[in-house]
């Protein structure tokens, strides 16, 4: 049976959620552990990991390699894979990419809506590509096998990055732009180019992203995901909820504004609606990832590509991208 | 086969130095990375060492497991092993150990001749034993697999890390005080405790453990190793040459001094002889290594007994103590 795995969350992470993790079905998920954090702060956000590692040993592991996939269906639990929302965990230090590589980094976006040393957000006015030193830790990513995620980058550096990769890259969570027109989903030219070589889509279940928000029915978003596997193809598809359950609003506020800013900057929000939206009916948390299938099969998708548009094709790419360029 | 285990070098790493150890055969090393650094200053060293790896994958890789010394002899070249002689990589933050464990650190001294903030150093006036913290910490690296080595701890403090420890410990790199009286060989006391529970002693040839520093001769060294296997068993020891091949003499100051002091400390030298103490002419490098099996067998030891000593028992102690507690 092909495993279910989500493509990005960022949940308060308590025993409540491993638990509904256990629920939902979910083996494996890539699990962002850090934002604007230096490297010592993402080393304590490790920590805090090892600790609900060892407090709970029973629901979740830190998964490695695509076989902890495999291992995670076997024991009954769920490998959470680590990953970064922004370089700064890597600061101006190349050499932290091994390091962290090593630490179980899996994945890192090589901007969060801002410039960064490596690219351009997708919230800059102008985007200027891979810098000099991006074009090199693209290259040092390859060689470790930490994935580039572009999911909030601007579209000529989500065009070098695929460009410049040797190794296919990921856009963890986003939508295309075509169904809903938002600075954070993405350009036929980009899903073109992302797909067309072995590169992924997770698509986002984050109201922001979806046509009418909150008030998006599961069919819509199932439709909108038939219709990307018409353009993309379905191996290149899968899902990456951006859930982000649990959370206090002041975590989405500490997601836009970090440290960069001392004034408010309501992102994808408003000032009159400066907290996490409400996310769909059919789509709370960890324990309704089972909506999912059913959507998915409702819209007529048939049973094989629905366990591969459920995880699948994830654990395809883990497989291929996690270990040492070869 | 036997392998060919150093417990403990702290060389000026080089593709020269890299070079030596094939040619001495050496399959693994325990190789100090961190004195006095904090744990950024240590992943800059490990990133050092990553460096190394990648320049140079035909001679060193970094070892993890016991595996890695089977690994190192089938491929010819040398398993790296991580150390630190000090706690500073750790700061005052216990979830550092597991975060160094899994970046590689496989031995951990709890002080480094003064007082840390887990136990007393064997230059302290007074030896209190192992703090709260200490205690703690031993318990952490028994969990994760990171040996506890008291090279340069107080007697007090050593009796207690063995007794605390529910894994055997390891002092890497000293001496029988009852053979040379130095502050850094060790009483018959500790000898007992530390054999005595399944830990190992690795024989130093620092010239300042030595009868007559470095005019000891070769036959006075392999006697002195008879002497300690008749009284606490061939099997519990093995060599720690503390060999620090190419070293300038600046490097002695900064092991001495780090940043806990304003003045010169002369450690085990003197203020007439502040540098590195001219080395035995049996032993001035990784090639040399031959020149201890030599010496075992020509003072009466058996092949197997030889093997046993030369790497035999280290690799044993290797396999029991670098994965999680059982």
Chains 1, 2 share one sequence.
Not at 61 to 81: C, E, N, S, V, Y
Not at 105 to 110: A, D, E, G, V, W
Not at 191 to 201: H, I, N, S, W
Not at 267 to 278: L, M, Q
Request: hydrophobic residues 40%; negative net charge.
């Amino acid at each position: 049976m092909s495993p279910v795995i989500d493509g990005l969350q960022y949940a308060n992470w308590s025993e409540k959620i491993f638990r509904e993790m256990r629920a939902g079905g979910v083996d494996a998920v890539h699990a962002t552990i850090t934002y604007h954090e230096n490297f010592r702060e993402t080393v304590l956000n490790i920590e805090a990991w090892n600790r609900h590692f060892e407090r709970h040993p029973d629901l979740i592991f830190q998964g490695f390699t695509a076989d902890d996939i495999t291992l995670a269906r076997g024991t009954g639990r769920t490998a959470i894979f680590f990953g970064s929302q922004n370089p700064s965990c890597i600061e101006d230090d190349i050499g932290l990419v091994e390091v962290l590589h090593r630490l179980g980094l899996r994945f890192m976006q090589l901007t969060y809506n801002n410039q960064s040393l490596l690219a351009t957000g997708c919230y800059e006015d102008d985007d200027t590509g891979l810098t000099r030193m991006g074009r090199e830790v693209v290259a040092e990513m390859n060689r470790v096998g930490l994935v580039v995620d572009m999911s909030h980058s601007g579209e000529r550096s989500t065009l070098e990055a695929i460009d410049h990769s040797t190794r296919p890259i990921a856009i963890t969570h986003a939508n295309p732009a075509a169904w809903h027109a938002a600075l954070r989903n993405k350009s036929d030219t980009v899903l073109r180019a992302l797909t067309g070589t072995g590169g992924m889509l997770g698509f986002s279940i984050y109201p922001h992203h979806l046509k009418n928000g909150g008030a998006c029915t599961l069919n819509e978003f199932c439709e909108m995901i038939a219709r990307a596997a018409d353009r993309y193809g379905v191996e290149s598809l899968g899902i990456g909820s951006d859930l982000c359950q649990d959370q206090p609003d002041s975590i989405v506020e500490w997601m836009r504004t970090g440290r960069w800013t001392k004034r408010i900057d309501y992102g994808e929000g408003s000032a009159d609606a400066p907290g996490f939206p409400p996310m769909p009916d059919w789509f709370n948390g960890n324990a309704d990832m089972a909506n999912l299938t059913t959507g998915l099969r409702d819209i007529g998708f048939s049973k094989d590509d629905t366990a591969a548009l459920m995880g699948g094709n994830w654990a395809r790419f883990f497989r291929d991208s996690f270990g040492r360029a070869v």
